[in-house]
């Protein structure tokens, strides 16, 4: 596959050299750049489907790496893992860049990333998606996927670590083929030292999760989805299996924030690619309607 987007880094607070993609913006009028920001244990790869096509629509994609992830620096205090500050990150890479405000695309850990950065500096999300996550979320998910994180992994080839994503994914994406399987590997595996495929991630990125214990599992966030829902515009995505975001949850979000749009993807669970036919044709008329 050509690659579609430069490479850019930043540094944050702490000293830490933190990577992007950066995909330009195709011609048109200037509109307002998206920042896509991913999951717990994956990194910008997640969005190669969806953020070229943001891009030729005319505005440019960010979709970084959070510390620990992909090609951004490992932090030397593993307590740094956490959402605020991964919000400080994101605020360094726009203060960076000269950007003062940009729409907000996060899946999972990524919309909880957005819901902080509401909490911190507002005035910075013109508008936002929140991939199949919410200010509450179902014990359910969050303990499965707490119980593969940061654990250690035997893949001594490709086979392996395509076996690997399969299992801890399949409930999600039960239509997928042994082509997007192996995809799938190569987006959050990189070859290690040794040569054989390693987790694109530090392990560490789980000690504050068992720090936190069980009242890590649940948190109340919904003062800051309140903050972040009042007065722009959100898009909820959830997939229709999803066991991170119920439908109860779902539920009560829409409840709370009236305005906020909502789409759901057929058959699939936590979290949609964004790739799925009915999540793009809710996402780019969201996109059209922001500055």
Known sequence: MTQTFADRRWTSADGLTLY?????AGPGPAKL?????????????DFEAIAPLIAQSGRR??????????RSDRAPDPMTYQPATYAQDVLALLNQSGIERAVF?????GGLITMALAAIRSKVIAGAILNDIGPEVAKEG??????????????????????????HNAIAFPHYTDADWDAFAR???????EGAPVLDYDPDIAVPIRAAGAKALVPNLWPMFTRLTKGRPVLLVRGETSDLLSADIAAKMRKRAPKMDYVEAPGVGHAPMLDEPEIKAAIFPFLNELP
Not at 145 to 167: C, F, L
Not at 187 to 192: A, D, L, P
């Open 187 to 193: 987006r959050v595996f990189r070859i290690g030292t």
């Open 20 to 24: 992007a993609r950066d995909y330009a």
């Open 105 to 109: 695309l996060g899946t999972s850990m």
């Open 142 to 167: 969050l303990m499965r996927i707490a119980a593969y994180s940061g654990q250690p992994v035997d893949t001594p080839g490709w086979p392996e670590a395509t076996a690997y994503v399969k299992q």
């Open 61 to 70: 994609v960010l979709a970084v790496d959070i510390r620990g992830r992909g």
């Open 33 to 45: 750049p998206v920042i896509a920001i991913h999951g717990l244990t994956r990194n910008s790869a």
